[in-house]
Nanobody, 121 residues
Framework: QLQLVESGGGLVQPGGSLRLSCAAS????????IGWFRQAPGKEREKVSC????????NYADSVKGRFTISRDNAKNTVYLQMNSLKPEDTAMYYC??????????????WGQGTQVTVSS
């Protein structure tokens, strides 16, 4: 069964940190660009970050630049999203997805079920 599973979400105070993980089973992440997306209630889905197959190229939304870091460990078939200096506006369900292109939403073939991140005091 081909699937992506996110983990690492939770409740954190403003200014805190979380590290999200995206693990693949049934296929190799080495062949795919991986993107992290988020969606808050009543808002559209937003691409937060993406990373190339090799990990040599990354991209971030302006809203998270300087605070979030995407990385991948192809040997572990896992991609990470380190989130620092979290703000209440970062509260959302976070999803990872595997695709062919960082910038073409339609290219993302596999999606995880999501992990909830809540930033609140």
């Amino acid at each position: 069964q081909l699937q992506l599973v996110e983990s690492g979400g939770g409740l954190v105070q403003p200014g805190g940190s979380l590290r999200l993980s995206c693990a693949a089973s049934g296929f190799s992440l080495n062949d795919y660009v991986i993107g992290w997306f988020r969606q808050a209630p009543g808002k559209e889905r937003e691409k937060v970050s993406c990373i190339s197959n090799s990990g040599s190229s990354t991209n971030y939304a302006d809203s998270v630049k300087g605070r979030f870091t995407i990385s991948r460990d192809n040997a572990k078939n896992t991609v990470y999203l380190q989130m620092n200096s979290l703000k209440p506006e970062d509260t959302a369900m976070y999803y990872c997805a595997a695709g062919a292109s960082c910038f073409r939403l339609i290219s993302y073939t596999y999606w995880g079920q999501g992990t909830q991140v809540t930033v609140s005091s």
